[in-house]
């Protein structure tokens, strides 16, 4: 279990947050905050502040035709840093591009004995190889699993995504496939920086060798059908002021989601395939601690996870702090692959980074934290429309949420009660759960209140708060009868906020005459979480210790 050390040390970054010890966050201190290194390469944290053009796209919806429209684009280089390769959809494309671009240059720097695509990495290293591409393993010696997924164009955008160029993650339209954010950012100072980790991995990349690593199987064009209708097919368009922050496994993840999960005032939502290790000394019951102080603290929490690893236990663990976890809706989807964080509805983390001590701490990892309203806003509507169709079986199999998230006092607040667990076995009665800061409960009956989920059925119920004042908090809890049997979902709380701060800052990195970029002084709280949480995290025995496997 979570051990008292760490609530020591989270209860220390929290008095800094609050301003108990301001010195450490004086714009003017000269304090050399220790940062925790690892090996091999040591990346550090690094934040741009930029005006930048961005894209925003997710699987199954439109990922296939983004990803192509940027390979397209190419016009002088691609590289590509990824884990697996499955999807003979895209091998086409690569040949299509060999064909009509001869002068393109592109390199692959592929996952080494990557789970689950040990042929077809073999076959697509040779298939390019054949094409005079060439190809390389990520370095067995440097990481347990090289599970990153980023691709470079024209060193000047930079593509993150949460999933592989699988079949699962950029499907044909009727294919059934994964939940996978991507992002990809145009800007050469930020492509610079990916492109120095991608040079560090090539250059410590193992040849692709077909006597050596075998030639594999040629890959598979069948796939499941699906009747999803891709409401997110359309991609987001971006440009304008924005915090940009790479971060890395194994040299900044665990900074990067702690920055996150501390940063959260109002609300925080984290999408992930599974959390392992939770109950061991390591990366893993650091991030749940973080997550349990948030909900402590004042912060609505919600996650999607899926029922694999520790899930009964993490379950336990979540209900016994009464923050609602919800598994991936399979309908539709193949599975949740994202590994995603949305903070206050401005925040957010697109990453390949999973929840367990490997990901975090041995593994290469690539993810980026955005700081913009509009941006977060786009992937807060996937997050949410997965909310609505998940299963919860494990929270007494009734959910609810609410929108706006973070409703203002002009707002009102329409409160959706999700029940489609239940519906199968006939729901009678639907009850909600009413209490306006410190006042009684009321409870409404929402039973005829009810309308279509994304589905088509008759199992999401309605009801409507009229606009509240600003610092207002509503508890909210839905219950509802089906088969004679009452389900009592979690209690949840609607925080009403006109604001809650400014998340641009000033630009945090110089730039020198030589082109390459340094770490400025930080000029603000949020610039300084990071560096808090970090200085903590070395200073506290144990708490972010790195197990060496």
């Not at 691709?151 to 160029?165: A, L, P, R, Y």
């Not at 977060?376 to 169709?389: G, H, L, P, R, T």
Request: net charge negative; hydrophobic share 40%.
């Amino acid at each position: 279990m979570i051990n008292h050390h760490k609530k020591i040390s989270l209860f220390m970054v929290t008095l800094m947050l609050s301003g108990f010890l301001p010195f450490l966050v004086s714009p003017v201190a000269s304090v050399d905050l220790p940062q925790k290194e690892y090996t091999p390469s040591a990346f550090t944290w690094q934040t741009f502040n930029k005006n930048m053009n961005v894209t925003t796209f997710v699987s199954p919806d439109g990922s296939k035709d983004t990803l192509w429209h940027f390979l397209n684009s190419a016009e002088e280089s691609i590289y590509v840093e990824i884990y697996g390769i499955n999807n003979p959809y895209i091998l086409e494309l690569i040949h299509e591009l060999h064909t009509t671009k001869p002068t393109l240059e592109m390199k692959f720097l592929i996952g080494w004995n990557s789970l689950g695509y040990y042929s077809p990495n073999d076959y697509v290293a040779n298939n390019l190889t054949l094409l005079g591409y060439p190809v390389k393993w990520t370095s067995d010696p440097e990481f347990t699993y090289a599970h990153q997924k980023f691709v470079i164009i024209d060193n000047k955008t930079t593509i993150i995504h949460s999933g592989n160029w699988a079949k699962t993650s950029f499907p044909e339209v009727g294919d059934k496939a994964n939940r996978e954010w991507s992002i990809a950012m145009t800007d050469t100072e930020v492509t610079q920086y990916y492109r120095d980790v991608f040079d560090y991995d090539w250059s410590n990349g193992i040849d692709y060798d077909a006597g050596t690593h075998g030639t594999g199987t040629p890959l598979t064009f069948t796939a499941t059908s699906s009747t999803y209708a891709r409401p997110f097919a359309t991609p987001g368009h971006f440009s304008g002021p924005m915090n940009i922050t790479p971060i890395f496994s194994p040299d900044t993840s665990l900074q990067g989601i702690l920055y996150c999960i501390i940063a959260a005032q109002a609300t925080l939502d984290i999408q992930i395939p599974y959390i392992t290790n939770w109950n061991e000394t390591g990366s893993v019951e650091t991030i749940l601690e973080a997550i349990i102080d948030a909900k402590n603290r004042g912060v609505t929490v919600r996650v999607i996870s899926e029922e694999e690893y520790d899930f009964e236990e993490v379950a336990a663990l979540f209900h016994q702090h009464d923050i609602p976890i919800v598994w991936q809706d399979t309908r539709w989807s193949t599975a949740n692959h994202n590994k995603g964080i949305i903070v206050d509805g401005r925040i957010v983390l697109i990453s390949s980074i999973n929840y367990s001590d490997n990901s975090l701490e041995n593994n290469r990892e690539a993810g980026v934290i955005i700081e913009n309203e509009d941006i977060a806003q786009w992937y807060q509507e996937v997050f949410d429309f997965d909310w609505s169709i998940a299963d919860f079986d494990h929270i007494g199999d009734v959910n609810l949420y609410w929108t706006p998230n973070i409703p203002t006092s002009a707002s009102d607040i329409n409160i959706t009660v999700y029940a489609h667990p239940l519906f199968s076995t006939g729901v009678t009665d639907v009850s909600l759960g009413v209490k306006i800061g410190a006042g009684s409960w009321n409870n409404y009956s929402i039973t005829a209140n009810v309308f279509d989920s994304a589905e088509g059925d008759p199992e999401n119920y309605m009801f409507v708060i009229s606009p509240q004042v600003d610092g207002t908090n509503i508890t909210v809890q839905a219950s509802v009868q089906a088969g004679g049997i009452w389900h009592v979902g979690e209690e949840m709380v609607i925080r009403v906020r006109n604001s809650i701060g400014s998340i641009i800052t000033t630009p945090s990195t110089t730039t020198s005459t030589s082109g390459s970029t340094t770490p400025a002084t930080p000029s603000s709280l949020a610039e300084l979480i990071p560096y808090i949480a970090i200085a903590i995290v070395a200073v506290i025995g144990g708490i972010c210790f790195v197990k060496r496997k």
